[in-house]
């Protein structure tokens, strides 16, 4: 499609016949990989692009972006060429985040809107809050622990906190700079959905998810912690891709 396009996503499996494509945002102080398992399973009702942010794996030389304007900017214009179909965006924490504001811009700057946008572990905007400040390394690292998202033989490595920690300074900058819009609203369906026992958004929170939207809403609580997907990416992958459907219909 193009180089942009390449450059911002990683595109695992091409699908030119599937009807829609399912585009993932991951984390903060997450990458492409992280999702691959989970992307893999929208297979074959859809094809699944990964958003890969820089400064992490094969973008490790590129500068951290810690600006939310910047990096939706960039992010909508690259996958321009990726929406000759129908499309769904998905995002997770941070990405949740990311997600959103790159459908703001999709619609308002660029005529175009998602079939849905699902937000995973992430407070609405109304509710937003501006994340940890000022961490030394041991305590960001020890924040990184407490989510649950790596393994503790990875935590243990001191080559991967080398390279971690700097992308995870990085996205938590971003997540303290970032202050949500008040509008405008989308006109696309909205999702949202968490852990029933995540410690870092409540039940309420991710509900209000439905006030960025005219265009219907869906909730889900499953069972687990902030990154509750992992054991159970089959049922958040099949409610997802049912859902989409049901609104599409």
Not at 14 to 19: D, Q, T, V, W, Y
Not at 160 to 177: F, M
Not at 215 to 244: I, M
Request: aromatic share 10%; hydrophobic share 40%.
């Amino acid at each position: 499609m193009t180089a942009e396009l390449d450059l911002w996503f990683r595109r695992y499996w091409l699908r030119p016949s599937a009807r829609r494509r399912v585009v993932f945002f991951p984390h903060g102080g997450g990458a492409a990989s992280f999702y691959r398992g989970m992307a893999k399973r929208v297979l074959p009702a859809a094809e699944p692009m990964i958003a890969q942010y820089p400064g992490r794996e094969d973008r490790v030389e590129e500068r951290h972006i810690t600006d939310m304007a910047e990096l939706a900017d960039r992010i909508s214009a690259a996958l321009l060429p990726a929406l000759d179909r129908d499309f769904v965006l998905f995002g997770h924490s941070m990405g949740a985040s990311v997600a959103h504001e790159v459908a703001l811009r999709l619609e308002y700057e660029h005529g175009v809107a998602p079939a849905l946008l699902c937000l995973s572990g992430r407070p609405a905007p109304r509710y937003h809050r501006p994340g940890v400040k000022h961490l030394d390394d041991e305590a960001l690292w020890e924040e990184l622990a407490r989510l649950g998202a790596t393994p503790p033989l990875l935590l243990a490595n001191p080559q991967v906190r080398k390279t971690v920690l700097p992308t995870l300074r990085a996205d938590y900058r971003l997540v303290e700079r970032y202050r949500p819009g008040t509008g405008p609203l989308l006109s696309c369906p909205v999702a949202a959905c968490g852990g029933d026992d995540d410690p870092e958004v409540t039940p309420k929170e991710t509900e209000a998810w439905s006030e960025v939207s005219r265009g219907g809403f869906t909730f889900r609580l499953f069972t687990g912690d902030h990154f509750y997907f992992r054991g159970q990416e089959d049922e958040l992958v099949g409610w997802l891709l049912t859902t989409t459907d049901r609104e599409s219909a």
